[in-house]
């Protein structure tokens, strides 16, 4: 069962490990080049959990694939970045839109206006989702460049978010007792 959350900052370390996974394309892909796994740890160190929200994809209680959502209120008052990281198992299941899906969300209930993300050129599987997303796109210096605009937050998206989380949540307990279940039938 694959379960969609937030990821909590006392989980640091299993996006740490989800993003250390990634083989060589893939961590190319999500950082828009080459990062040593020290570079790596170094980043998942100086998450400032103020301005980061974290949105993951576990499967078998292990994180996947995941979404970080980044603002600055100072530097970008009304938008935000996000990176998008799918494990080779799960990529074309359609996790990554779900994964940008709701980053959105979360973004618009901020009463963040827009949202950017880049991507190399080549990076097929992100430009497909920045179309399907309604991003406009512009190639620069061999990356694509696209920001989202968003809606002000209304009653639906905050109560689409907090629908969301509870599922989430529901969803982490039922596959936590499904894999104790599993383990106590197998001993």
Not at 24 to 44: K, N
Not at 78 to 92: M, P, R
């Amino acid at each position: 069962m694959t379960v969609i959350r937030k990821i909590l900052p006392t989980e640091r370390s299993l996006y740490r490990a989800h993003l250390l996974r990634l083989d060589r394309a893939d961590r190319y892909a999500r950082f828009t080049g080459t990062l040593s796994d020290e570079s790596v740890a170094r980043h998942c160190a100086g998450l400032d959990w103020s301005r980061t929200i974290l949105i993951g994809a576990f499967l078998n209680g292990e994180l996947r694939a995941a979404v970080e959502l980044c603002s600055d209120r100072i530097l970008w008052p009304n938008e935000a970045e996000f990176g998008v990281s799918v494990e080779k198992e799960l990529q074309g299941q359609g996790i990554g839109s779900i994964l940008i899906r709701r980053a959105l969300t979360v973004a618009r209930n901020r009463s963040i206006g827009r949202v950017h993300i880049q991507c190399l050129a080549e990076n097929v599987r992100m430009r497909a989702l920045a179309r399907r997303f309604g991003g406009r796109a512009t190639l620069e210096c061999g990356e694509i460049a696209a920001s989202f605009d968003l809606p002000p937050p209304n009653q639906f998206s905050y109560a689409l978010e907090a629908l969301e989380d509870g599922a989430g949540a529901f969803n982490s307990l039922l596959a936590s007792f499904a894999s104790g279940a599993t383990d106590r039938v197998a001993a």
